[in-house]
């Protein structure tokens, strides 16, 4: 099963819910963590793997022959990222804006590019315990996270609890996290704010058609905004974990919320039945 944990902003607690679900699940049976939010991947400084494996991840890109360019300016027409720019000398690229689809090795006329490769990052894994880890680690400065997390994804075990840690936000590394969850899990707060960015994360989800229910996080008891948006769109409000300073200062100390607070173990306990239990409809729409 996968389960993937997002939100609609930064700042929620997704890497506190995460961490939390994968100690408590682990206690019950195999688990693979999987940090995809590669541009800031902190999964790894709650759950503390020793790592095994380290590989890099390349995408493709242009390389140009400057003997058989033409200069003709068709590769900069057909390059939908605006990758290349045709001088009156030379064809400049702008590598971190390539995405690698070929377009302009497939139509230079001249025959004058060629695919090399870029390197974006690092998908490293590790163990924690019973606790499988895999998280990526963009390169400083690379705007193009999406194959990055596709590694990370690729290394999903079939057969046991796989738990997702999404990039905050709604946008295509976020989109590219969350297809082909079994589940969805938004962790959210009691706040308008925390209310605009669940809607957005909420319709992501419905459009990839991946099943969801909300958590919120740092409840001060008063949920109602959020609860009556779970009642008008039919979906679960799974747990609320309060507002807690011990948890705060746990989670700055890189100690997970559950080993702070054990009686918490519950709610993740209830979660996981819920899902084993496969009764989670469809997202509304
Ligand atoms: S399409 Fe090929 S020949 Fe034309 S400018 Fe680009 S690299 Fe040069
Ligand atoms: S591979 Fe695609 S994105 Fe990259 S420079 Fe060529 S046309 Fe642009």
Redesign the pocket.
């Known amino acids: 099963m996968i389960i993937a944990v997002a939100s609609g902003k930064g700042g929620t607690g997704k890497t506190t819910v995460a961490s939390s679900l994968a100690l408590v699940a682990a206690e019950k049976g195999e688990v693979l963590f999987l940090d995809c939010d590669v541009e800031e991947p902190n999964g790894h400084i709650m759950l503390k793997p020793r790592w095994h494996k380290k590989e890099t991840v390349r995408v493709p890109v242009?390389e140009?022959?400057r003997e058989?360019?033409?200069?003709?300016?068709?590769?900069?027409e057909?390059c939908a990222f605006h990758a290349?720019v045709?001088l009156p000398r030379e064809?400049m690229l702008f590598p971190t804006m390539c995405h690698g689809c070929g377009g302009?090795w497939h139509?230079?006329?001249?025959?004058?590019?060629s695919p090399g490769w870029r390197e974006i990052g690092q998908v490293e894994e590790g163990s924690s315990g019973k606790i499988g880890f895999v998280h990526g680690r963009l390169n400083v400065g690379e705007a193009i996270s999406p194959p990055l997390i596709q590694a990370v994804k690729e290394r999903i075990r079939p057969g046991i609890l796989n738990i997702i840690d999404a990039p905050p936000g709604t946008s295509c590394p976020v989109i590219r996290a969350v297809r082909g969850a079994d589940f969805c899990l938004l962790v959210t707060e009691p706040t308008p704010f925390g209310l605009h960015d669940l809607k957005l994360a909420y319709e992501m989800a419905a459009r990839l058609g991946v099943p969801c229910g909300v958590a919120v996080n740092r409840s001060d008891g008063n949920d109602n905004l959020i609860r009556q948006f779970c009642h008008n769109n039919n979906v679960p409000l799974l747990f609320r974990l309060p507002r807690d300073r011990e948890v705060a200062g746990g989670y700055a100390r890189g100690i997970p919320a559950v080993e702070v607070r054990p009686g918490w173990k519950k709610h993740f306990l209830d979660l996981l039945a819920y899902l084993e239990k496969g009764g989670y409809a469809r997202c509304a729409n």
């Open positions: 242009p140009i022959n058989k360019c033409t200069l003709c300016g068709r590769c900069a057909v290349l045709v064809v302009c139509l230079c006329p001249a025959g004058a590019i």
